[in-house]
């Protein structure tokens, strides 16, 4: 069983809602295409927060955490990704403490499509320890997709497919768990290489498994759309060889199997 976990930011600190609301609802259906039917999905949202209809797989747990005031990303990034993950790794282990999930898990951020083979991949692999995403895709909407392929996981938070009981971090001790609430459920950056150091190696996806979604206007990390992230990478002749080949059309296949 896949369990997916969404937290959603709490309404009152967005600006477009009505944009976030889509872009969940895409996210909803793509989730909702899994060709095996060994998932279910949660999504954490405040109270009060307008959710899109979702199918009965999904469960909605509603939690009561503060509308957190985000600092200046340029002026203050330290502040800024502590609260961002002091926030989502709120909201995530509430999802999980509710699912008590069994199988594995994956995080899934709020705009982001996932693969309609993940879950048919864990139904085959119930043993693995997980699987961390390499490749991915970005997209902006429109026509076009972006290759990203390499290190993935450290650009998009919907990137880990993981154990349950390895991210069980109600049996952690309480002086550790707060700090790893925040490191491995409110950031997606460190978790492949503390499992690494653990020992406890995740496998690498075989196939794209996320395309995150970026340029838009709420998003926290800031990413500029396709043609911004393509322009400010322009002067690096090695990323500029790879630009002609990594920008492809969204075609009728990749968009099937994440769009649902």
Do not use: K, M
């Given at each position: 069983m896949l369990t997916f976990v969404i937290p959603v930011r709490h309404h009152e600190t967005v600006r477009d809602w009505a944009a976030?609301?889509?872009?969940?609802?895409a996210t909803i259906r793509s989730i909702a295409?899994?060709?095996?039917?060994?998932?279910?999905?949660?999504?954490?949202?405040?109270?009060?927060?307008?959710?899109?209809?979702?199918p009965p797989a999904f469960t909605i747990v509603r939690v009561d955490l503060p509308a957190r005031a985000l600092p200046d990303r340029r002026t203050h990034p330290a502040d800024f990704y502590q609260t961002v993950r002091r926030d989502k790794g709120a909201r995530i282990m509430a999802g999980l403490t509710h699912a008590q999930p069994a199988g594995h898990v994956m995080l899934v951020d709020y705009d982001d499509l996932v693969s309609a083979r993940l879950a048919a991949l864990v139904a085959a692999n119930p043993a693995s320890k997980g699987w961390y995403f390499e490749d991915g895709y970005l997209y902006s909407g429109g026509a076009e997709v972006y290759l990203f392929d390499e290190a993935f996981h450290k650009f998009c938070g919907t990137c880990h497919i993981v154990?349950?009981?390895?991210?069980?971090?109600?049996?952690?001790?309480?002086?550790?768990r707060d700090a790893l609430v925040s490191r491995w459920l409110g950031s997606h950056y460190f978790l492949k290489d503390d499992f690494d150091r653990?020992?406890?190696?995740?496998?690498?996806?075989?196939?794209?498994?996320?395309?995150?979604?970026?340029g838009h206007g709420d998003t926290t990390s800031g990413s500029p759309d396709l043609a911004g992230f393509v322009s400010e990478r322009a002067t690096d002749t090695a990323f500029t060889a790879a630009r002609a080949r990594n920008i492809r059309p969204l075609t009728p296949e990749v968009a099937g199997e994440f769009f649902g």
């Open positions: 976030i609301h889509a872009n969940l609802a295409a899994q060709s095996n039917t060994a998932w279910r999905a949660v999504i954490v949202a405040n109270a009060g927060t307008p959710l899109p209809d979702a154990r349950a009981d390895l991210l069980d971090l109600q049996r952690v001790p309480e002086a550790q653990l020992g406890i190696p995740l496998e690498r996806l075989p196939f794209r498994g996320a395309i995150y979604r970026i």
